[in-house]
């Protein structure tokens, strides 16, 4: 549908995104650790770190070799494989676009529970809707399902360039992309959408993401920013300065000084 590029969102609380850009660094290192151990090692590790609602609800044991870590765990280990270099890319480019500033609006320690709780949220609802399925669920979509819905919801009308189509650059209101992107999720959710693709992950990762936010943002973050990043301003009125009435003076005395109003006090000419 669209491929995100750039937005023109400044950090305003944190100088650098360094929970996002270790994300992505540990991602692309594990991916590279899996394509370079070969294909056997690559499967053992998608069957020992990936999400098995099957395995994780008791439903079927793992063969021994590939336990490595406990199920439960594999709540949060799936997010970081990837069947290839555009699954990889794909996710770490929404990453990279607008996780910075969800980072920025939720600070770096909150922004890493977010993160990871968005991916859990994910792999839960994907337990819940595939309860005995033995496929494997890996990459870390449902977590950015929830960093697209946390940027939906405090920066929904910072300008961001998207490629539409794969081909039409666009700089355009981010809340246009975004909240055609999550429909999107929705509608192939309902449908029952391809197989290779898990919608009820991305939804998972959306509703957590919308909920997430609203609790771990720091104080004195805005909701709704403007186009610019930052809250609407609060048109500033001010009165125009009414001279009062000078009394009446000997005509021996110096002129009188006009007295303004106070809504003239801030008033710069």
């Keep these: 549908m669209f491929i995100p590029l750039y937005d023109t969102n400044r950090l305003r609380h944190i100088r650098l995104q360094y929970v996002t850009i270790s994300l992505i660094v540990v991602n692309a290192l594990v991916y590279l650790a899996t394509t370079l151990g070969g294909e056997n090692f690559t499967n053992a590790a998608v069957l020992g770190l990936g999400f098995i609602p099957s395995v994780v609800h008791d439903k079927v044991e793992l063969s021994p070799e590939f336990v490595v870590i406990p199920e439960s765990l594999s709540y949060l280990t799936y997010s970081f494989l990837h069947a290839d270099i555009f699954h990889l890319g794909g996710n770490m480019l929404f990453l ?15 922004y890493l529970i977010f993160y990871l709780a968005c991916a859990a949220a994910g ?7 595939g309860w005995d399925s033995q496929v494997p669920l890996i990459g870390a979509s449902g977590a950015i399902a929830g960093v697209v819905a946390a940027y939906l919801i405090l920066y929904p009308r910072v300008k961001v360039w998207v490629l539409a189509f794969a081909r039409i650059p666009l700089r355009i209101p981010a809340f246009i992309p975004l909240i055609l992107w999550i429909l999107f999720q929705i509608v192939m959710f309902a449908a029952g959408g ?4 898990s919608w009820a992950c991305h939804i998972g990762g959306i509703v957590a993401g919308a909920v997430l936010v609203l609790v771990l943002r720091s104080r004195g973050v805005p909701l709704l920013a403007g186009a610019d990043g930052e809250p609407d301003p609060t ?3 001010q009165q125009a300065p009414v001279p009062t009435e000078p009394g009446p003076t000997p005509e021996t005395s110096a ?6 109003g106070r809504g003239a006090a801030s008033r710069q000419d």
């Design 255 to 260: 002129p009188p000084t006009p007295q303004w």
């Design 235 to 237: 048109p500033n009125v």
């Design 96 to 110: 990279w676009v607008f996780g910075d500033n969800v980072e920025d609006a939720l600070g770096h320690i909150r």
């Design 194 to 197: 391809e197989d290779q693709i």
């Design 123 to 129: 792999a839960f609802v994907q337990g819940l809707v």
